[in-house]
């Protein structure tokens, strides 16, 4: 059997089309980089506080940690499946912002949520089924009411993205709505995750023509959907590599845990 060795990134291998933030938790992606360093260590996330001095009160899900430091917002990409941590670092703030279908590229401007052309294409949605909208479904497609019908899912392949592994913080510059990322020795707000990620290797192995497991975890729901795909570690991580092999699911059965 011939086995595959590809290359993994979040935006890339899980479709950039989903709306959202999430990260790939099994196999591990390239865009956990951080998951060495202190703050994110052992599934741990950054902004948190280990022993709060001020805690919020109540629960907040958006802060599971409890705490805000100082000069930050309190939000991370913090995940748990109930029996282990995910060791995910800053892999959901690797995305792109700010793109609509039809643009040649994206604006990398507040868009959460976007309802607007954002380059005036003109491109009509392809992707108007209610049952495979996943938000504002119950209006009609199409009309002034279906205000998301210019974001990517509604029309899969004809967005652009900054980069085929994102963009750190979603763009050039810190923006509303979780497009941030905190500087590290490995990367800083803007830089593109094709260019200034290392190689990750996983241990993991994956045979051809076997089954195959993957694991995702959703930080922010947008709606939308998303695919996996490889690009082979001897080419150029771009969006014409990755299109070249998309992955078939295995079955309609998908778990939660």
Same mark, same amino acid.
């Given at each position: ?38 703050? $994110? ?19 907040? %899900? ?15 990409? @913090? ?14 703030? $690797? ?14 401007? %507040?868009? @959460?949520? @976007? ?21 504002? *479904? ?25 980069? /085929? ?42 045979? *051809? ?7 995702? /975890? ?10 996996? *795909?490889?690009? %082979?570690? @001897? ?10 092999? %998309? ?11």
């Amino acid at each position: 059997s011939r086995k595959m060795f590809s290359r993994l990134c979040i935006a890339a291998v899980v479709l950039s089309q989903a709306e959202a933030h999430m990260s790939l938790v099994l196999p591990p992606s390239r865009n956990a980089v951080d998951r060495v360093l202190p703050p $994110w260590q052992n599934g741990k996330w950054w902004p948190y506080e280990p022993n709060c001095s001020d805690p919020i009160p109540g629960w907040n %899900p958006q802060i599971p940690s409890g705490c805000v430091p100082n000069g930050t917002d309190g939000w991370g990409c @913090n995940c748990a499946n109930g029996t282990e941590p995910c060791d995910v670092a800053q892999s959901c703030f $690797w995305f792109s912002q700010g793109c609509t279908i039809g643009c040649e590229t994206c604006d990398g401007g %507040p868009s @959460n949520p @976007n309802t607007e052309d954002r380059c005036g294409s003109g491109m009509v949605a392809t992707v108007n089924d209610p049952l495979l909208r996943t938000y504002n *479904r119950d209006v009609e497609a199409l009309s002034e009411d279906d205000v998301y019908r210019f974001n990517p899912w509604r029309a899969p392949g004809f967005a652009p993205v900054f980069d /085929s592994c994102g963009m750190a913080g979603g763009g050039p510059k810190e923006m509303p709505g979780e497009a941030k990322y905190t500087e590290t020795q490995f990367a800083k707000q803007g830089d593109l995750g094709s260019q200034v990620l290392p190689a990750a290797p996983t241990g993991i192995t994956w045979t *051809r023509g076997e089954t195959a497991t993957a694991k995702w /975890s959703i930080r922010a729901n947008h709606g939308g959907g998303y695919q996996y *795909r490889l690009c %082979p570690a @001897n080419e150029t991580l771009n969006e014409e590599c990755f299109m070249k092999t %998309p992955l078939t699911w295995a079955s309609t059965l998908q778990v939660l845990e």
